[in-house]
């Protein structure tokens, strides 16, 4: 009967089919049910007494380390007890002629081996997800310590870390730091945060999974692997996840090459997540490292920055809609090189109206645009970013 119901379940189910170990403890775990459930029918064992066996837990414990839905488990005791009743009744017909004893002591033993599977299942259950649970947890903490090591510069050896975590170091890699500005007092911001992040990854078609290594409720480090391809092509505005729409915002580092690439862009990732905060709750969803790296290096006192930046912009440091436009045209203006014709082509503006935006400009610095230019385009960009943090308040 062992040998039966053993070869019913793995052909039935093909999730089952695991390595010849697993399968040899799912053998085990079929003996002894076989065998206990039939020490209940001879013996008329109360199943009050009655305990999974060990081999039956033990499978369930090595299912949940392997991933395996505890749906195909709980499916091997359904077809497992149904052969099982299958088989009493043909013995009983071949015991005796008298239908009315058959069909009563057929009713007998089903009654007998549904309690049966039901306690012991419950007890499997709570096995299962005991173990999934501390599957979990310490793989989680192995895959933290490998990371960890390799942020710090540890001698580690890359081909174990990479089966560990499932991710290969030998590419490029763009760090990343996300995190939920208003935590959601029901929980479940780190699964909010964890499909943010792999929203992220297929929008800028990495090659693979990335790495999400929660460092609290709602903050986490992320690593996107991008293969071959030496440049992040961050989404367009209007393709971003739709957590964003939740809160859910992202510093990312520039793009790294193998473990030293690794540790640098997690590093300026955690430069570019500085300046975000900075920015407080109005800042962007995406702030990149490339954008506002020299932001980040001298983003040590946000009270110093604002200071500097009123200092350095005069007038212009103004947080009201005349003195963002005036901002928005010689930021762009400088970046052309003083030229009237290309600032006005990129603005989609007359030329005269650029002219006059700059002369505003220039009477608010104080000065001309071309003088103090390198403080004057560090504090524009300081604006830009960092907003209302850095900026005079209307009036």
Request: net charge negative; with cysteine.
């Amino acid at each position: 009967m062992t040998a039966e119901i053993y070869g019913l379940i793995v052909r039935e189910i093909p999730q089952l089919r695991t390595d010849q170990r697993v399968l040899t403890l799912l053998e085990a775990s079929v003996r002894e049910n076989v065998a206990s459930m039939l020490h209940v029918l001879q013996h008329n064992i109360d199943l009050e007494n009655v305990r999974a066996p060990a081999a039956a837990e033990e499978y369930a414990r090595r299912l949940a380390q392997r991933g395996v839905p505890i749906a195909a488990l709980l499916r091997a005791y359904r077809i497992g007890s149904t052969r099982f009743q299958d088989r009493c009744l043909e013995e009983l017909g071949r015991s005796t002629g008298d239908a009315a004893l058959v069909s009563a002591a057929g009713l007998t033993i089903a009654d007998i081996t549904a309690g049966y599977i039901d306690r012991v299942a419950e007890e499997l259950v709570s096995a299962y997800e005991g173990e999934k649970e501390n599957w979990l947890r310490n793989l989680s903490a192995a895959r933290a310590a490998r990371v960890r090591a390799l942020l710090r510069g540890d001698r580690v050896d890359v081909d174990s870390a990479e089966a560990v975590l499932g991710y290969r170091f030998r590419q490029h890699h763009a760090g990343l730091v996300c995190w939920i500005g208003e935590a959601d007092i029901g929980g479940g911001d780190l699964a909010r945060l964890e499909r943010a992040t792999t929203e992220l990854a297929r929008a800028a078609g990495c090659a693979g999974r990335p790495i999400f290594l929660p460092q609290d409720e709602s903050y986490a480090w992320a690593w996107l692997p991008l293969g071959a391809e030496p440049a992040l092509a961050l989404p367009a505005a209007d393709s971003l996840p739709a957590e964003a729409e939740a809160g859910v915002r992202f510093a990312v580092g520039a793009v790294g090459s193998g473990v030293p690439g690794f540790r640098r862009t997690h590093q300026q990732a955690l430069a570019a997540y500085a300046v975000a905060l900075a920015a407080g709750p109005a800042g962007r969803f995406l702030t990149s490292f490339t954008e506002v790296a020299p932001l980040a290096l001298m983003s040590g006192s946000i009270d110093l920055a604002r200071v500097w930046v009123i200092e350095t912009l005069g007038g212009l440091a103004s947080d009201d809609g005349h003195g963002a436009t005036l901002r928005d045209t010689l930021r762009v203006f400088l970046h052309e090189n003083g030229s009237f014709k290309a600032t006005a082509e990129r603005l989609v503006l007359h030329k005269n109206t650029v002219q006059y935006r700059i002369r505003k400009a220039e009477e608010s610095l104080g000065h001309p645009v071309g003088e103090n230019r390198l403080n004057v385009e560090l504090a524009l960009l300081a604006s830009q970013w960092l907003g209302a943090a850095v900026l005079r308040p209307p009036g």
